[in-house]
């Protein structure tokens, strides 16, 4: 099975297979860790002050894809746009994943373009999405 990752925060493998439940082991998977440079605020982003927000997607992705291969679940990983949507659709034309897998904050803790809709994702790019709180 090939997972496409998408997060805002490190994840372990714990949390990817809390994730998945019963549907797969993601030690048996290959794994694509993609992390958006989300943007703090709306003004921040439509300022297009990114240097911050593609840092910290870059520490992410470092840190999620580390832990992932101390686990012995084989990761690799990449920074994405700032919109996910946007994240999502670039990572899929070089890795075409069978399943999706969103970590994001919820309520007041969400980054700005952080609420993603799970049933939207399934339907615009044909995969299972499953969605979990990080």
């Given at each position: 099975m090939k997972l496409l990752v998408l997060t805002s925060e490190p994840i372990t493998?714990?949390?990817?297979?809390s994730a998945l439940g019963a549907d797969g082991d993601p030690a048996d998977a290959e794994v694509m860790v993609v992390v958006p440079a989300l943007a703090d605020s709306a003004f921040k982003f439509w300022m297009s002050d990114a240097d911050d927000a593609i840092a910290r997607a870059e520490e992410v992705r470092r840190a999620s894809?580390?832990?992932?291969?101390e686990?012995?679940?084989?990761?690799?990983?990449d920074t994405g746009?700032?919109?996910?949507?946007?994240a999502i659709e670039d990572a899929l034309k070089t890795f075409d994943a069978d399943r999706i897998v969103l970590f994001t904050h919820g309520g007041d803790t969400q980054r700005y373009r952080e609420d993603l809709d799970e049933s939207e994702i399934a339907e615009?790019?044909?995969r299972p999405v499953d969605h979990a709180s990080v």
């Open positions: 493998a714990q949390q990817l297979r894809v580390d832990q992932l291969g686990a012995g679940v084989p990761a690799t990983g746009e700032s919109d996910p949507y946007t615009r790019f044909g």
